[in-house]
């Protein structure tokens, strides 16, 4: 793993230790609020506003012009838009620690480096 991704892990693992969720202390919306959502869909308003969070975090992501060797993770080819949205989901539920006191936004972005990292 090269240095900036190490890094980027490591601060992502610095805002869990704060005692005051990072959700709390900017006003975010909360992993635990985003869970909720996506795990009680029962309708389009829910599923979409949940794929669409996942999503637009990917997007921003990937979509960010950096240097060639940056690389926080890699979705590959062929992973459709509703199988990220699942394993981002899956991965949450089964590691409540990383839902516990992150915004949403930090905890679907360390999923996906996570469940995607760069090979």
């Known amino acids: 793993m090269k240095f900036s991704?190490?890094?980027?892990?490591?601060?992502l693992?610095?805002?869990?230790?704060?005692?005051?969720?990072?959700?709390?202390?900017?006003?975010?919306?909360?992993?635990?609020?985003?869970?909720?959502v996506c795990t009680n869909r029962h309708d389009k308003w829910s599923d979409g506003y949940c794929a669409g969070y996942i999503m637009g975090i990917d997007n921003n992501v990937r979509g960010r012009p950096t240097s060639a060797d940056y690389c926080p993770y890699k979705v590959p080819k062929g992973v459709q838009p509703q199988?990220?949205?699942?394993?981002?989901?899956?991965?949450?539920?089964?590691?409540?620690?990383?839902?516990?006191?992150?915004?949403a936004t930090m905890a679907v972005t360390f999923a996906l480096v996570v469940l995607y990292p760069c090979r």
């Open 83 to 103: 199988q990220l949205v699942d394993s981002v989901v899956k991965y949450l539920v089964e590691h409540p620690n990383e839902v516990s006191n992150n915004s």
């Open 5 to 11: 991704n190490l890094l980027s892990v490591g601060l």
């Open 13 to 36: 693992l610095t805002l869990n230790v704060h005692p005051t969720s990072a959700a709390d202390w900017f006003g975010l919306l909360s992993a635990k609020e985003l869970l909720g």
